[in-house]
């Protein structure tokens, strides 16, 4: 992208400071960050670099991420309409700080209104240091409704499917309810009888962070629970895709297709991200005319986007394309919960290891071989996993993604 400086994004001259913004879980972050955000939004002062607090590697990573290193104003600058730097989850390597302008942001946050059909009151159940929670505080804004928020928002206590209920009958009755969760806790509140009648409560039940298990979308549906899935990421100000269709004024574009239509996916419109912080190369790779090249695979048929995995999700096993993500949805659509990684291999291209979590009470329990044999039956004998290892949980990211580093790390 041509008059950018070393800062990834700004233009040169540009010189508005970034300002660390330390969230603390619970309540209390989520409160400092709604306060901070109108100023931001409206370019009074320095933009937000928006990161965890704590000592651990994941929050000094996200620091780093965001103003550069160091507690206090990162020497770096951004320009002028930039808002809030935000890192990403890091789930596919080291976190990046994304550089999000107010009308990025505020545009998102328009036209999720527009789709759903018009302001309303929402419940936080997502970290604000993700681009999901952050949204959320973004419309509440643009709503002029505060959103009531879990006490165990951000990781300060374990998701808790009453109190979501119990927060669900005090939005609002006046207003449209929506809220954002992560396919984790979508599984978690089904399971629960006060959760699921509080989820059929909501207008709008936006799904993010992973992809959706079609078994659970399907499960949700059936229960009469308006699930909205969602496909975007902090490069587009969060969900730009909702259920297959593109919001107001965004594009999506296929690049370099084959023959079934399958490229890797761009995504335009006003919702994009300036770039990345301190890093012109993966920005100017990555931004591109306008458009942000994500890192999935996809098809647009009569204007359904279809998300098919990540571009390094297809790898060959013994000469044969097999995509994992494919693996681990079948995976999903039999156990509880489920996640496979492929690695290296000097025999076979690549071998997968599958990760599962066996059905929950009184679900049947299905063996390595009776996996293995769905595995070969539906994909192809090259996308059975060579090791399956059983867990009592997956470890998953704040952002509802799995922990796929922590996974690796056991072996």
Known sequence: MSGQDGDGGAPRGAGRPVRLLEVVPG??????????LPDALAGAGPALG????????AAARARDAVVGGGRGEGARTVAADVAVVLATSGSTGRPRGVQLPAAALLASARATYARLGGPGAWLLALPVTGVGGLQVLVRSLVAEVEPLVLASVGGAGRFDPREFADLTWRLDPSLPAYTSIVPAQAARLLADEAGLAA??????????????PPALLARLR???????????????????????RPLDGVGVRVLDPDER????????????ARGYLGDDGLTRATFVDGAHLTGDLGRVTDGVVEVLGRLDDVVQVGGVNVAVQAVEDLLLSVNRDACVLAAPDDEWGHRLTAYVVDPADGGEVATD??????????????????????????PHLPNGKPDRESLRRLG
């Open 27 to 36: 309540l209390a972050g989520a409160a400092t960050l709604l306060a901070s």
């Open 50 to 57: 928006v990161a965890p607090a704590g000592d651990d590697t």
């Open 199 to 212: 989820l059929r409560a909501y207008e709008a039940v936006l799904l993010g962070g992973a992809r959706t």
């Open 222 to 244: 059936e229960h009469h629970v308006a699930a909205v899935t969602t496909y975007g990421m902090t490069e587009t100000c969060g969900g730009a895709v909702y259920d297959g």
């Open 261 to 272: 239509g399958v490229g890797r996916l761009a995504l335009t419109g006003p919702t994009i």
């Open 369 to 394: 071989a009776a996996l293995a044999a769905l595995v070969a039956d539906r994909l192809g004998r090259a996308a059975v996993p060579r090791t399956w290892v059983r867990l009592d949980a997956i």
